[in-house]
């Protein structure tokens, strides 16, 4: 009987293994097309989903003639509005024909026209039941992250794939490392090829996320795990913004004096970076290399001369409001100042959803100001209309577009002022290769808005460069900390901030002067210090309380230290298991409440794995970052990472549910996760859609060599 078990057992395995492998080989197909995308060729991949399978479609596109695009586009150009996307050399219509064609239309400046066809052909159709192995081979082949969110009963699904540039580059004729660590909290820019031409003196270029704190967070270990494993270069930070005029140099003394002895350094830098009072260059040299040299490179007198920001509304707003007027006009009837609404209507709807992602410097400039007389132009029509029919209400659309307009303009203005200081920027890096430290690689810390007009005017003084920044994907902003930001860099409030940071919380984007590191920054550090001492001794004492914990304190504690999002969190413990998750998490080993400071909660202490150290790895590098504030009830996301000393899986998920980040181990995990349950179509519909993002980062171009 035993041993008819024991066969029954093998048989079982023997079954599920091959089972995996066919799965693993019928799979290949869609992967040697996510392959392609990761190498760099410009294909879109799609899963549609229905009740019973899964069908997945890649893309290709053919150049057409004018007679084919006219006769497959047919009456469709009058009835239906086109996607735009504004490039640097033209404007590109596309009209969508059905789920599986687009036609496009590219018109260049200089007056010429193309046009494409783009074809989804199916690559391979799956049962539904075959969706969670999909998944988990899909982790195998570079899946970072999986989301899903509800909008108006409508669900959207996306899957995001890694994709990691060079590990080696050439710098002055020596390899330069770019590390799996690196690459989980940064990446090379997209649309900006690395350009090392043979004996030329380079720069990297690091897009710096200003306001975006978990940005901050990510800039700072990914300098850190640059630099750490190019141990045979030595370094300079050239850094965009304000400075005194007086010195370019930024010290890290005195500030570097005033933090406490006898507690971590990382809490303390990380609470200056919370809230704005320094940047993420300086809180690199502050935590871990406080003599690595630095210099500001901006134009003080520019940056004095630019004007506030004003916030421009964008997405579900503006084209609530665009939808709202446009069936109030359709009610006026037909009349020619109606119709002529309804095109300023049509053409602003196109320009405020065109992508604008391939389109900077002066091309960002003149959309801003195109988009401003856009929304002027319908503003003067709709008053227009207003006077003639008494019963049309649209007072507030007016006022919209208005404040839009302005918003605009002053953006674009700011541009210009923005793109004026590039020349200065560029002439200071050219500048560092005739100093004492020219022996030093430049790092430069720039707003992405100066990077096609820097790496130009780079080219053109023949100094190569490379542009990488924190990962796009996780830098989430909330209005607050823009706001605060923003409202921070005005001379006319910053130091009523500062005079209030005892008792707030705000966000303060500066390199302090030594008169306010004395009579802010110090008082805040001390008070700090006292804070961080406390939370230290509770989380030690939560620990010494447990029975039969195999939580490595020391270890616990560094990674939370060095995580931003846990650094103020308090500790929770499940007792052994008695607590357990919730039943769609629960294999998970820890939860993560990010609400006021967070609470990290671990459902078994008792977990022999806890001696190890892959898990408290996986908490100093995990990124719990929340979704968007409009979507954070109705969002649920996956980030997997794999742990690079024990090779082993991990994942967050973020549940909207419970708005909570479930931490789970192992692949094994994978197919049973609630949450990577095949998706389903909405209420009234027979299917979906299942979008596939590859980070792309750009390889170098082929045709140039790499050294220098």
């Not at 320009?351 to 900077?360: D, Q």
Request: charged content about 25%; overall charge neutral; glycine content about 6%.
């Amino acid at each position: 009987m035993k041993l008819k078990v024991k066969s029954a057992i093998i048989s079982l395995l023997l079954l599920s293994s091959w089972t995996y492998f066919a799965y693993a080989q019928s799979f290949n197909p869609v992967f040697d097309w996510i392959s392609r995308i990761q190498k760099g060729e410009e294909i879109e991949i799609k899963i549609k989903v229905t009740f019973d399978h899964f069908t997945i479609f890649g893309s290709e596109v053919s150049d057409i003639n004018q007679y084919t695009y006219n006769r497959e586009l047919g009456d469709r150009a009058s009835k239906t509005i086109p996607q735009l996307e504004v490039l640097p050399q033209g404007l590109v219509k596309e009209y969508k024909i059905d789920e599986t064609v687009c036609l496009k239309e590219i018109s260049k400046d200089d007056g010429s026209t193309s046009w494409q066809k783009l074809e989804y052909k199916k690559i391979a159709t799956y049962p539904i039941n075959s969706w969670r192995n999909f998944i988990s081979h899909a982790v195998s082949h570079g899946l970072k992250k999986y989301e899903h969110i509800e909008y108006k009963g409508n669900p959207y699904f996306t899957l995001y794939f890694d994709k990691k540039g060079p590990s080696t580059l050439k710098f002055r004729n020596r390899d330069f490392k770019f590390t799996d660590e690196f690459y989980h909290y940064m990446k090379f820019v997209k649309g900006y090829k690395s350009w090392l031409p043979a004996k030329a003196k380079s720069v990297i270029l690091v897009h710096e996320p200003h306001w975006s704190l978990n940005g901050q967070y990510q800039l700072v270990s990914g300098i850190k795990a640059l630099i750490s494993a190019n141990p045979d270069y030595k370094f300079r930070f050239l850094v965009e913004g304000y400075y005194e005029p007086e010195t370019y140099l930024i010290p890290t003394t005195p500030l570097n004096e005033r933090f406490s002895e006898g507690i971590p350094r990382s809490p303390q830098v990380f609470g200056l970076l919370e809230n704005f009072m320094i940047d993420g260059p300086l809180a690199y040299r502050l935590m871990y290399d406080p003599e690595l040299p630095a210099i500001a490179i901006d134009d003080v007198e520019l940056i004095k001369q630019t004007p506030p920001d004003l916030e421009i509304k964008a997405g579900i707003e503006v084209n609530e409001t665009l939808i709202g007027l446009e069936k109030k006009l359709r009610s006026l009837g037909e009349s020619y100042a109606v119709q002529s609404a309804y095109q300023a209507l049509i053409d602003l709807f196109n320009y405020e959803n065109a992508s604008v992602s391939e389109i900077h410097g002066q091309d960002l400039i003149d959309y801003y100001n195109k988009v401003a007389s856009l929304y002027k132009k319908l503003s003067d029509e709709v008053e227009q209309l207003q006077k003639s029919y008494s019963a049309l209400q649209v007072r507030e659309e007016i006022n919209f577009f208005n404040g839009q307009a302005r918003a605009y303009r002053n953006n674009a203005k700011r541009f210009e002022y923005a793109l004026d200081r590039d020349r200065t920027m560029v002439n200071n890096i050219s500048k560092h290769f005739n100093s004492e430290y020219a022996d030093r690689i430049p790092i430069a810390f720039i707003g992405s808005f100066h990077t096609a007009g820097m790496t130009s005017m780079l080219r053109s003084k023949g100094i190569g460069y490379i542009v990488i920044e924190p990962w796009s994907g996780s830098i989430v902003i909330t209005r607050e900390e823009e706001e605060n930001f923003n409202r921070a860099l005005s001379p006319t409030t910053r130091q009523s901030y500062l005079a209030n940071l005892a008792t707030s919380e705000l966000k303060l984007p500066v390199s302090p002067t030594r008169a306010e590191i004395n009579r802010y920054y110090a008082p805040y550090l001390t008070n700090q210090a006292s804070q961080i001492s406390n939370r230290i001794k509770r989380r030690k004492e939560e620990i010494i309380k447990l029975v039969g914990s195999n939580i490595n304190y020391s270890l616990l504690d560094d990674a939370m230290n060095n995580n931003g999002n846990l650094i103020k969190a308090s500790l929770g413990f499940g007792g052994g298991g008695n607590i357990v998750p919730p039943s769609d998490f629960n294999t998970a080993f820890a939860h993560f409440d990010p609400q006021g400071d967070g609470n990290l909660f671990i459902y078994n202490e008792r977990d022999s794995k806890w001696q190890d150290k892959a898990r408290y790895n996986f908490l100093a590098a995990a990124m719990l970052i929340l979704p968007n504030e409009k979507f954070k009830d109705k969002t649920r996301k996956t980030r997997f990472v794999q742990d690079k000393e024990s090779n082993i899986l991990f994942y967050n998920v973020y549940d909207a549910g419970t708005q909570r980040f479930y931490l789970f181990e192992g692949k094994e995990n994978v197919r049973i996760l609630p949450l990577l349950s095949a998706p389903k179509p909405p209420p009234g519909k027979s299917e979906t859609t299942v979008h596939i993002r590859v980070t792309v980062i750009v390889p170098i171009k082929p045709e140039e060599k790499v050294n220098g």
